[in-house]
C-alpha cells in the first residue's frame, strides 16, 4: 500500500484564518480525494482532487471555502477558508494508487480546532 | 446519489462470540464494497472488502458478504478479541466514467464494536 502523509497533523486556528494542509504520497496514485470526518461522525467526502484541474466538488462543499490543489500524482492540498468553529473536524486525504485499480487508503489526518 | 445505511450504531460482544455489521446501499451501479476500521484516533484502515462479481469473501476471522439484488452486504467476525474493539465503517462506490477505477466513498454511519474479556 502507499505511505501517505500529511502536515500539519494538528493544528488550533483563530475564527476567519485560513490553514492549508498537504498531503504527500510515496508513489503515484490515480485518485486522491478528501474527506472530513466530524467528531464522533463518519466521514464525508468534500471534493476529487484532480491532477492538473479544478477540483469536483461534493454538494454542500464550494471552491471558495475549500480550495484545492492537485499539481501533480503524488501531492494535494486543501485550504480551509476564513474557518469557524464549525469548521472544526478531522480532514483526511485518501489515495487509490496505480497498482490497485480501487483499494482506497487513508492519509493520517490533520486534526483542526477552530477557535 | 448514493446513501449507505448502517446497522447497528452500536453493538458489545462477548470474546469469542460472533459480530455481525449490516449495510444497505441505494445506486444499483455500486459495485464495490470495502469496509474500514477505525481505531481511537487513527486513520481507517482497510480491513476486506468485496466487489460485486462475488458473493462472499473470507480471511481468516472476517468475512464479508453480498446480497446484489437486495443490496445489502454484511461484516462478519469470528472468534471476537478485545483488539477488535473500534469502529468499523462500510462503505460503497461506483466505477468512474472510464470504467478504469473506481471513484469517491460513500459511508455508512459507522458501527462501534466493543468486545468485552
Known amino acids: ?6 502536515k500539519p497533523s494538528r493544528d488550533i486556528c483563530q475564527r476567519g484564518t485560513s490553514l ?4 504527500q504520497v510515496d508513489s503515484q496514485v490515480t485518485m486522491m480525494f478528501w ?3 466530524q467528531p464522533g461522525q463518519s466521514l464525508t467526502l468534500i471534493a476529487t482532487a484532480n491532477q492538473g484541474s479544478e477540483a469536483t466538488y461534493e454538494s454542500g462543499f464550494v471552491i471558495d471555502k475549500f480550495p484545492i490543489s492537485r499539481p501533480n500524482l503524488t501531492f494535494s492540498t486543501l485550504t480551509v ?3 469557524s468553529p464549525e469548521d472544526s473536524s478531522i480532514y483526511l486525504c485518501s489515495v487509490v494508487p496505480l497498482a490497485g485499480r480501487y483499494t ?5 489526518g490533520t486534526r483542526l480546532t477552530v477557535l | 446519489g448514493e446513501n449507505v445505511e448502517q446497522h447497528p450504531s452500536t453493538l458489545s460482544v462477548q470474546e469469542g462470540d460472533s459480530a455481525v455489521i449490516k449495510c444497505t446501499y441505494s ?3 455500486s459495485n464495490y464494497f470495502p469496509w474500514y476500521k477505525q481505531e481511537l484516533g487513527k486513520r481507517p484502515q482497510l480491513i476486506i472488502d468485496i466487489r460485486s462479481n462475488v458473493g462472499e469473501k473470507k480471511d481468516q476471522r472476517i468475512a464479508v458478504t453480498l446480497n446484489k439484488t437486495a443490496k445489502h452486504f454484511s461484516l462478519h467476525i469470528t472468534e471476537t478479541q478485545p483488539e477488535d474493539s473500534a469502529v468499523y ?5 461506483r466505477p468512474n466514467a472510464g470504467g478504469t477505477s473506481y471513484g469517491k ?4 454511519q459507522g458501527t462501534i464494536l466493543t468486545v468485552h474479556p
Open chain 1, 35 to 37: 474527506y472530513r470526518q
Open chain 1, 81 to 83: 477558508s476564513n474557518m
Open chain 2, 105 to 108: 466513498l460513500t459511508f455508512g
Open chain 1, 1 to 6: 500500500s502507499a505511505v501517505i502523509s500529511q
Open chain 1, 104 to 108: 482506497q487508503y487513508f492519509g493520517p
Open chain 2, 27 to 29: 445506486d444499483s451501479a
Open chain 2, 89 to 93: 465503517f462500510c462503505a460503497a462506490s
Open chain 1, 20 to 23: 492549508t494542509i498537504q498531503c
